[in-house]
């Protein structure tokens, strides 16, 4: 079950070596290979190990009296099994830690989401102030010409009313 456990991780780190950028994933591939190989050499050395122990490996009894691991092997067996199983909390830490990396993404591209929304609203109020805004400004330049136009003709309407004035008096002192 462990070493299915730890394929699986191995499978897992192996579709995340894909997605890494280019630049690191050479250096990814090959600490997945050393750890592909470290796994099964530690699990041939406890497969060994085992048979040994059952003795599977040896028909009689005296051969396996006169068979007995050393205590370096057994240091060395319990060595990689730490190994081994530093390796596999490394790899659940790496996987949660993608799980999280993974989680706060979909939480960015949410808020990115939103936030093109909110940004393509205001463009589109934006756009329409900016109408209303030329279309004021059109009529205000029209009240402007009409009040000058206004005020040229009452000028006009003035004047001809003081010519008429000036003309009625002079007509006025030049009959009497």
């Keep these: 079950m462990l070493r299915k456990l730890k394929n699986w991780q191995l499978e897992q780190m192996e579709l995340e070596v894909r997605e890494v950028e280019s630049s690191k994933r050479q250096r990814c591939r090959t600490k997945l290979d050393c750890y592909r190989a470290e796994l099964k050499r530690l699990t041939l050395d406890y497969i060994k190990a085992r048979s040994v122990k059952q003795g599977a490996l040896y028909d009689s009894t005296e051969e396996l009296s006169d068979i007995r691991l050393s205590s370096d092997q057994k240091q060395r067996l319990l060595d990689n099994s730490e190994t081994i199983e530093r390796t596999g909390r490394k790899l659940e830490e790496g996987y949660r830690v993608i799980v999280e990396t993974e989680e706060i993404g979909t939480q960015v591209l949410r808020n990115l989401g939103d936030q ?19 279309r004021s400004g059109r009529i205000m330049n029209s009240m402007i010409i009409r009040s000058l136009q206004q005020k040229v003709i009452l000028f006009i309407v003035c004047a001809c009313f003081i010519i008429a004035i000036c003309l009625g008096i002079y007509l006025a002192h030049n009959k009497s």
């Design 116 to 134: 093109r929304e909110t940004i393509q609203r205001s463009r589109t109020r934006l756009r329409e102030a900016d109408e209303e805004l030329s």
